[in-house]
């Protein structure tokens, strides 16, 4: 088992639709944990911390939950500009441990 | 503020031959990675520097990979002798420090012919 996994997609939505990722990791003394996005042939740019309380900024809202072990990114109203891979990092015990991201397309 | 420097972006070398990568954090950056991307997949941690001190290289091929930081800033990778398995995107990022976000460089494409 990976020790952060993520559901590879795609997922294709329509604009203006609300989709959610999760992200599920092992490892119960990870400390952080950061949503990034990836456009194609370019390199992992910072979406979001994830906090225990949850998190928003803007369209995007962010949540862990530790008892079960994973984080979720929920994009509200999406735009055609959201398209792209979107990958969930956990940190912690001197680790870092990307998964292997969530393509998201959203179609006209 | 200037972003993570990475040289070069583009490299093609035949099998067997050596290679080695450049990378220079944002200033004051404590933490460096080096991350191998293969297509379709995540970044894979090859190695964890905190100032000039590594703290994790379980995942790098120690007999044809090496990484130093001499000086706790800028960092190189070396892979000696190349394999076909090696052509991927090499990304170094920095951080402030071991749990905070991470920023990526460009990252430097390699091809093994």
């Known amino acids: 088992r990976k020790e952060v996994e993520q559901d590879p997609g795609p997922f294709n939505v329509p604009e203006g639709a609300t989709v959610a990722f999760n992200c599920t990791y092992s490892n119960s003394a990870s400390q952080s944990f950061f949503w990034y996005r990836q456009d194609c042939r370019k390199e992992p740019k910072l979406l979001m911390s994830v906090y225990s309380s949850g998190n928003e900024d803007g369209r995007f809202t962010a949540q862990l939950n530790r008892a079960s072990q994973y984080i979720s990114l929920l994009i509200r109203d999406s735009k055609l500009s959201d398209s792209a891979t979107y990958l969930c990092v956990v940190l912690g015990a001197g680790k870092s441990t990307f998964g292997d991201g969530t393509t998201l397309t959203v179609k006209p | 503020e200037a972003g993570v420097a990475q040289s070069p972006r583009y490299k093609i070398i035949e099998k067997r031959q050596s290679v080695a990568f450049w990378c220079n954090p944002i200033?004051?950056?404590?933490?460096l990675y080096w991350y191998q991307q293969i297509l379709g997949q995540g970044p894979k941690l090859l190695i964890q520097?905190?100032?000039?001190?590594?703290?994790?290289d379980s995942q790098l091929p120690k007999d044809r990979f090496s990484a130093e930081r001499l000086k706790g800033v800028d960092s190189t990778l070396k892979i000696q002798p190349a394999k076909l398995e090696d052509s991927a995107v090499y990304l170094c990022?920095?951080?402030?420090?071991?749990?905070?976000?991470?920023?990526f460089g460009d990252g430097t494409r390699l091809s093994i012919l």
């Open positions: 200033s004051g950056h404590a933490t």
């Open positions: 990022a920095s951080s402030s420090g071991v749990v905070q976000p991470q920023h």
């Open positions: 520097f905190q100032n000039n001190g590594v703290v994790d």
